[in-house]
């Protein structure tokens, strides 16, 4: 069977209804897709969070430790991820969604991550969760808040400054062993001009394999799972221990920018409400990333 696109979203799903349904075919029922996916999908989602996520005894499942904490986080936010049913969080079927657009890889390394902490806090209105592919992407059209990452804004787009992102070639230790490594690894690469990285040539090896990527998801999820080397976001490659920075190309710091979108001066009588909690949103998505971004970087560089 084909291996399934990665999708954060998707895959977040397939837990949580394997830990409400307790088997794969279970599951499989309840989302309305095949249990080879169900298996593709956790296995997938195992590789990107780097630990065992599902005990299988033969028909029967069970989150393990690790399952059950990322299941914690992700039950405050079920309603966004794509399951049948209305994605919102609060509030009710006659007010409108206060919307905010998300690239995959900001979801899953910083919003999953800050979501259950601020739900408490979050506005009483519900709140719907688009996703942009593009990680730079700053377009604010039909959004009311748009996380994006960019040296600096576009003309005529308003936007609030969180803190500051360094991205750093990436590659897994297991690489680094001569018996595994026979061959240049792969170098996975987005084809975004603000991203791009030149050719590059692994000690002994020679050149690289450069394999295009449609997003910095899939090849964070290729580098993690040792399949070759790539270009992350610090913040994110700190995460896990088995990923070694690498020497001979620098980036320009990136700047995490939440933007709002001028067009959501609604004229109706929502409209003090929605600019009220989408400020409310704002201020904590603010707060809690900036505090992600602080933590300490990784140590030295490896040499490639």
Not at 111 to 122: K, M, S
Request: charged share 20%.
């Amino acid at each position: 069977m084909e291996q399934p696109e990665p999708d954060i979203w998707r895959d977040l799903a397939v837990l949580l209804a394997v830990g409400e349904a307790k088997t794969s075919a279970a599951a499989a029922q309840a989302l309305g897709i095949s249990q080879d996916t169900i298996n593709l999908r956790i296995e997938q989602l195992e590789t990107r969070m780097g630990s065992e996520l599902i005990l299988r005894h033969g028909e029967d499942w069970a989150l393990t430790d690790a399952g059950l904490g990322l299941a914690h986080q992700a039950r405050s936010i079920a309603e966004l991820v794509e399951r049948r049913g209305r994605p919102a969080l609060k509030g009710t079927d006659m007010v409108p969604p206060l919307v905010l657009c998300c690239p995959d890889l900001l979801f899953e390394h910083l919003l999953l991550p800050i979501w259950y902490r601020i739900q408490d806090q979050l506005p009483e209105q519900p709140i719907q969760l688009r996703t942009a592919t593009n990680v730079t992407d700053q377009s604010v059209r039909g959004n009311d808040l748009t996380l994006c990452l960019g040296h600096k804004l576009r003309p005529n787009v308003v936007g609030h400054e969180v803190g500051q992102v360094a991205f750093r070639l990436y590659g897994h230790r297991d690489l680094f062993d001569a018996e595994k490594t026979q061959q240049p690894p792969c170098h996975f690469a987005v084809d975004t001009p603000q991203l791009a990285v030149p050719d590059l040539v692994w000690p002994k090896l020679g050149q690289t394999r450069r394999v295009s990527c449609p997003s910095l998801t899939m090849v964070a999820a290729a580098v993690k799972a040792g399949q070759g080397i790539g270009i992350l976001p610090e913040f994110i490659a700190r995460q896990d221990e088995a990923l070694v920075p690498l020497d001979g190309v620098e980036f320009d710091d990136f700047t995490l920018w939440i933007l709002s979108s001028r067009a959501s001066i609604r004229q109706d009588h929502y409209a003090e409400l929605l600019r009220r909690n989408a400020n409310v949103l704002r201020q904590l998505l603010s707060r809690e990333m900036a505090l992600l971004l602080q933590e300490p970087s990784a140590p030295q560089a490896a040499s490639s």
